[in-house]
């Protein structure tokens, strides 16, 4: 597929109808299937194989994500990475904001002292579900590395973190949403980004040096 496929709100000119939210898909099943097989590749190379590797995700699609990075090491190193997922909601710094947040499921494959743990999520943007992941995960344990591995780092990040592994980054402008769905929960494969009506396309990113393109 080509980039981006525009999919806005558009009137009988083409243009877009004033008003209306204007999404994007930015990648499809196929790309969303190579950057994972990519960032497999990556994550087995950092570690010199599978060794003590062990995969978290946070709900709900870095759970997917995780899973599917999983399948395509095993493909590689013919061997079953342990993979769970990591609850953060009694972690999030806007608790006190949002109180009635449903709780998720932690899952630990195994022991996590001394593992290599990977979190992995689907998109990365301010950095506070990945500090409230840092924080549920000392609460458990100690890692002897922990990395991060995401699908898309759309930038514009408030907290120092940055991902050790990406599928795509995506300069973004802070005003719009980028969303990715999986088959798994939501029966399709497509990462989109939406413009809210009247805003621009993609303003300064927080960070220019976050923007090497990856694929
Ligand atoms: O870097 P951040 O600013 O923390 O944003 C990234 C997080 O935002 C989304 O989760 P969200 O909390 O929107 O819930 P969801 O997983 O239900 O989509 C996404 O799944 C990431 O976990
Ligand atoms: O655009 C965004 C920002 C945070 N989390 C998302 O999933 N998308």
Not at 3 to 21: C, F, H, I, K, Q
Request: aromatic share 2%; net charge negative.
């Amino acid at each position: 597929m080509s980039e981006t496929s525009p999919t806005p709100a558009t009137g009988l000119s083409g243009d877009p109808v004033p008003g209306t939210e204007s999404t994007r898909v930015v990648m499809d099943a196929d790309r969303i299937a190579r950057a994972c097989a990519r960032m497999a590749h990556q994550i087995l190379e950092a570690n010199r194989g599978a060794k003590d590797l062990m995969l978290l995700g946070i709900p709900t699609r870095g759970v997917h994500l995780a899973h599917r990075l999983a399948a395509a090491m095993a493909d590689v190193e013919g061997v079953a990475i342990p993979t769970g997922s990591l609850d953060i909601t009694m972690y999030r710094d806007d608790l006190r904001r949002q109180p009635t947040r449903a709780v998720g499921h932690t899952h630990l494959p195994g022991p996590i002292d001394d593992a290599v743990v990977v979190l992995v999520d689907d998109v990365l943007y301010s950095g506070r579900t990945v500090r409230a992941a840092l924080d549920a995960l000392g609460d458990i344990g100690r890692p002897r590395v922990v990395r991060l591995a995401v699908l898309v780092d759309r930038g514009h990040r408030q907290l120092p973190i940055r991902a050790d592994h990406v599928g795509k980054n995506l300069p973004t402008a802070a005003s719009e949403r980028v969303r990715v769905r999986l088959e798994e929960s939501d029966g399709v494969t497509e990462v989109t980004i939406s413009r809210p009506p009247g805003s621009i396309a993609a303003d300064s990113p927080a960070d220019p040096a976050d923007f090497s393109e990856e694929a």
